[in-house]
C-alpha cells in the first residue's frame, strides 16, 4: 500500500472527553478506536472553527496563512483582509497534484466574506447581526476537485450546499440532518471514484456543534435527558450550582444526543469502505477542530487554553499498522504534512509548511520527540479585547493573557496530576524558562504579538 486512500473526517465541537469520560455512547468510534492509533495528546492550537481549519490545510500559522479569527462580517471589519491567502498550498493541493482525486464535503469556513453577495445567497445574516456563510470561488478551492461545501451555516435541518460547478446564486437546499445528508454524498463519491485514482476525501460534518437542538428525529434524546446532571457533567471541574453548570447541564443531553448520532454516521462510512473493498487500502482519521467546555471552569464554550477545548479527539487508522496509543502531540500546523506523509508523499510536503510531519511516528518508525510543543493562540475580538499565547509541553501549560489596557497574567499549570487544571504551580524559575521558550516558539512561527516584551521581561527575571 504505497500510495493508500485518506479518509479525513472531522466533526465540528467534538471535545477529547467524549471518547473518554463523557457518558456518551460511540459503539462505532469505540471499535475504530480498537483498531487505530489513537492520539492522546492531539490539541488544537487555535481552538475555535477559521483558524483551526486554516492551519489544518495549510500547516501555516495565523499570521501566515491569513486566519488569525473567526471569518464572519464583523471580524473582517477588523482584519479587511482576513481569509485563507490566495495560492497557498494545502495536503488536498499537493496530493492531487500526485493523482489523487481530492473531495470536500461540508464545512469549510476559511472563505472571506463578500457583501452583499453572500448574504443574499449564504445563510443570510444573524441574530448577531453577523455574515457567517460565503461561497468560495472556483479558483479557491485550493486543491479540491470535488467540492460539495459552504462556508458557515448553522441550520441543521436545512443545510445547503454549493457543488464543484456551481455559481454562487446556484446553491442546492436540502432538508435532512447535514452530518446524514453529507454521509450520503461522500458514500456516493467512494463510489464514483476510478478504481485507477487514489482519493483524498475530508469529510466536514458541523454537528455536535450549536444549535444543539437541531436533531434528526432519530437522535437518542430522551436516554441523556433522564441522566442527572451530576450524571451527565463528571469532570471535576464543573459548578453544577452555578449558571453556567445549569446551562450546561440543560445543553447536555442535546450535545451527547448528537455526537451519537455522529458515531452512527461514521460507522455508515466505515462500512462502506468495507463494502466497496476499499478498507484496506484506506486510512482513516477521525478528530475535530476544538472541543467544548460544557461547564468546565465556569464555561461554556471553546476559544479558551482549557484541556476542553483544546484537546482533540484524534483516531487514525492505518491498515496493517498495528493499533496502540501514542502521546506524540499532534498540532493543528501538523495535521497536513502529516497527511501528506501517511500518503507516502512525505518528500514532497512544501517548504511553507510550518508544522511537522508525524507520519513515521505514528506509523512506528520514529519515538516520539519528548521536546515537543504546542502553542496557544488568541486575538482580541470585537467581544473580548483580551488576547492570550501560551505554551503545552508534555509537562507544563503555560499561558499569558494580555488584557485590553496592557495588563499580562499568567498561569503555569503541571500537566501531570491535574486533569481538571486547578491547581496553579507558582514556580518562578519553570516560568521564566518557559516565556523564554514561548518567545522563540512565536518567533519561530512568525508570529507576532504586542506581549513578546513582557515575556521577555519574564524570561530574563530569574537571571537578573
Known sequence: MKHPNILFILSDQFRAMCLEDDPVRTPNLDAMSSQSVKLSQAVSSYPVCSPHRAMLLTGQHPSRNGVPMNLNSANMEIIPNLGLRDGLPTWASVLNE????????????????????????????????????????????????????????????????????????????????????????????????????????????????QPFDELPPDAPLEYYEAMSPQQLLVRGNVDHGSDVGREAARIAPMYFAAVERIDTELGRMLEALERLGLADDTIVVFTSDHGMQLGSHDLMYKNVPWDESMRLPCLVRIPGQQPGETNAMLTSVDIAPTLIGLAGHGDAVPNEMQGRNLSSVLQGHEAVDVGEVSLYLRWPVESDPTSARGLVTHDWKYVVTRDGDGAHHSVLLRREGDPYELNPVDDPATEAALAGRLVQQLEAADEEWEGVEWLRARAQSETA
Open 98 to 209: 500526485r493523482g489523487y482525486r481530492t473531495g470536500l464535503i461540508g464545512k469549510l469556513h476559511t472563505e472571506p466574506i463578500r457583501l452583499p453577495d453572500d448574504e443574499i445567497h449564504g445563510e443570510g445574516r444573524r441574530d448577531d447581526g453577523k455574515v457567517w456563510d460565503a461561497w468560495s470561488p472556483h479558483d479557491r478551492r485550493f486543491g479540491f476537485e470535488f467540492w460539495y461545501s459552504y462556508g458557515c451555516c448553522d441550520l441543521h435541518l436545512t443545510p445547503h450546499y454549493w457543488s464543484t460547478d456551481a455559481a454562487r446564486e446556484e446553491r442546492t437546499d436540502v432538508s435532512q440532518w447535514s452530518a446524514e445528508h453529507e454521509t450520503d454524498v461522500a458514500i456516493d463519491f467512494l463510489e464514483n471514484t476510478p478504481d485507477d485514482r487514489p482519493f483524498a476525501l475530508f469529510l466536514s460534518w458541523n454537528p455536535p456543534h
